[in-house]
RNA sequence: UCCUCGGUAGCUCAGAGGCAGAGCAAGCGGCUGUUAACCGCUGGGUCGUAGGUUCGAAUCCUACCCGGGGAGCCA
């Protein structure tokens, strides 16, 4: 048995492939059956002179997504899919599919949520799932090569305690237990034992977000290190993220071809040095004359590309009275493709303003909305490090800036092309005295976090860590709208099955 | 929870008070080194649900259900 993506090994020898029919065009002489494997397409070639009844007659009652094994001599053909063809000799038929829900046309989201089983052996979805597991791969290799142990933090917890968070209840033998929204506070007790640490796994939130950004059930990677302050938590982040995009570029550029992603922000992020500014600097950047004119910049660009638009369509609508059929097709695709512009560009002119007001008018001490951290990246052409936030928007556990009481040390990293936040950590705070108040401020209970105080009471060190989203930064390197394609099975609010 | 857009054939959509439509998919036939092939024919409908307005409702109104996008919150 052979391997599509090792064909090239074979030329002009008989191979057998094993797959699934992943289209098939049919004529008198000539069939053409692309067969997919898991590993890639092949086009496979059945001529009526050359096979017996039997392998003419199967190949004709082949359906989409039909299991076959067939034989054939691998030929060199630059017209064909992968760049190698199957002059087909045999072939024997393993189950005869049903008629297949997703033909090679296009679908709705919704159907192709519910059909997400199927949805997964489309050819996107395909290179989608092979770079998760490219970045899967690169962030264990970045860290086991830096001698970073990979430890688990439990998924029950038995606080909701942390943040102001709201987490997914469930009963633990007649007890309240909660999943884990992190494992951070874990991972600073594991990192105290082995020095530098990080965990992998999924992680819960149950807020009832709907966004192209969220999930309810996500995987998070986080480090966490002894002896790291702020400077050498953002120093690995960003060392990190360059390692994992010069990763996919070098051992996927099929997929991302697949996924028609343009590289050239990605090559940028890998030799750019990544942007830093303070949370002060950011707020200043958004008030900023310059920072107005490019949203009225934006409007502008969207009021122009709206009118073209507009007279594409009526020039369409005219020519469609008298077109073919085929330029009929074409054109109907085309307008309904305008339809869904035109659709964006009347939610961004909608929202403009808003975001307009909401950076102009932005008061020191708040959070960054989506929106501003959009128009902050905008600004750059690599992912962007903002420090040093107020520390009332921030967690309990971080440390605050020697300089500046009302600063937290914390980083978030900033993904360009609006993808948003895909880092966020700090250095943690590291004293037992201002630990404890700062649990008593947040009204928190401090029995629940004795085991955590432990940690600053036997030999405690300035340490830091960071969490790395996993979908969004993958939605990122694929240019994905949404992260719902960037998980096999992606749980979010209305969505449990498949 | 709020704002906003949508729900019409298996799928993607058009129809916006007056006969329920197209392309793809399915079935049959033809044709071609085809690339989402192409051409012809055939079958396919509780227009999200309930109520209302009207001579007449897929179309207008009300409520509800479901979905998309966004706000808040966050990775």
Same mark, same amino acid.
């Given at each position: ?16 492939l ?6 098939n ?9 692309e067969?997919?494997?898991g590993?890639g ?6 001529a009526?002179d ?18 076959i ?9 630059? %017209? ?6 199957? /002059?087909?000799s ?5 189950? *005869?599919?049903? #008629?297949? &829900? @997703?033909?090679p046309?296009?679908?709705g ?8 089983h199927l949805?997964?052996?489309?050819r ?7 770079? %998760? ?6 962030? /264990? ?7 970073? *142990?990979?430890? #688990?933090? &439990? @998924?029950?917890?038995?606080n ?20 884990t ?7 600073e ?10 965990t ?22 986080e ?27 070098d051992?996927?550029?099929k ?10 922000q990605l090559?940028?992020a890998?030799?750019?040095?990544f ?10 950047l ?23 638009l ?13 077109a073919?059929?085929?330029r ?27 975001w ?33 936030y ?9 440390k605050r ?9 914390a ?6 092309e ?14 037992l ?15 629940v ?7 600053r009471?036997y030999?405690?060190v300035?340490?830091s ?23 096999p099975?992606?749980?979010?609010l ?5």
């Amino acid at each position: 048995m052979t391997y599509i993506n090792q064909l090239k090994i074979y030329v002009d020898q008989e191979v057998t492939l094993k797959g699934w029919v992943y289209n098939n065009r049919s004529s008198k002489a000539l069939q053409f059956i692309e067969l997919r494997d898991g590993s890639g397409l092949c086009q496979c070639i059945v001529a009526r002179d050359d096979v017996s009844d039997e392998v003419w007659d199967a190949a004709d009652s082949l359906k989409q997504e039909s299991s076959i094994e067939i034989t054939g001599n691998v030929v060199k053909d630059d %017209r064909s899919v992968g760049g190698y063809e199957l /002059h087909v000799s045999g072939l024997t038929v393993i189950q *005869l599919a049903e #008629d297949y &829900p @997703i033909t090679p046309k296009e679908h709705g989201v919704e159907f192709l949520m519910e059909n997400r089983h199927l949805w997964l052996r489309s050819r996107r979805q395909w290179a989608a799932m092979r770079v %998760r597991n490219a970045i899967v791969f690169s962030i /264990h290799k970045f860290f086991q090569e830096k001698e970073f *142990l990979q430890l #688990d933090a &439990p @998924i029950f917890t038995g606080n909701a305690a942390e943040g102001t968070t709201t987490l997914f209840e469930t009963d633990y033998f007649d007890d309240k237990a909660y999943l884990t929204q992190s494992g951070q506070l874990y991972a600073e007790a594991m990192a105290m034992a082995h020095g530098k640490v990080y965990t992998f796994g999924p992680t819960f939130r149950a807020e009832k977000s709907k966004t192209r950004r969220h999930l309810t059930e996500f995987w998070m990677i986080e480090p966490e290190m002894a002896f790291y302050d702020l400077d050498m938590n953002m120093d690995l982040a960003e060392e990190m993220v360059k390692d994992i995009i010069r990763y996919v570029l070098d051992h996927c550029p099929k997929e991302l071809e697949i996924l028609e992603r343009d590289t050239t922000q990605l090559k940028q992020a890998v030799e750019n040095e990544f942007h830093r500014l303070s949370y002060t600097e950011a707020v200043d950047l958004l008030k900023s004359n310059e920072t107005a004119a490019l949203l009225d910049q934006m409007t502008e660009e969207r009021k122009k590309e709206r009118e073209q638009l507009k007279a594409e369509l009526e020039e369409l609508k005219k020519e469609h009275g008298s077109a073919k059929k085929w330029r009929k097709a074409q054109i109907d695709q085309r307008i309904q493709e305008i339809h869904a512009r035109q659709d964006q560009i009347e939610e961004d002119l909608r929202n403009i303003p808003v975001w307009k007001q909401s950076a102009s008018g932005f008061t020191w001490g708040n959070d960054f909305g989506g929106s501003d951290e959009t128009i902050l990246t905008m600004q750059f052409d690599a992912p962007l490090i903002v420090h040093r936030y107020p520390a009332e928007v921030k967690a309990f556990y971080m440390k605050r800036d020697p300089d500046n009481d009302n600063l937290a040390l914390a980083m978030d990293v900033l993904a360009p092309e609006g993808y948003g936040e895909i880092i966020g950590g700090s250095q943690r705070e590291d004293s037992l005295e201002v630990l404890q108040k700062r649990i008593a401020d947040h009204d928190l209970p401090e029995d629940v976090f004795s085991w955590y105080l432990d940690l600053r009471r036997y030999g405690s060190v300035p340490h830091s860590g960071y969490g790395l989203g996993l979908e969004r930064t993958l939605s990122w390197i694929c240019g994905l709208s949404h992260v719902r394609e960037t998980i096999p099975f992606p749980r979010m609010l209305g969505r449990l099955s498949p």
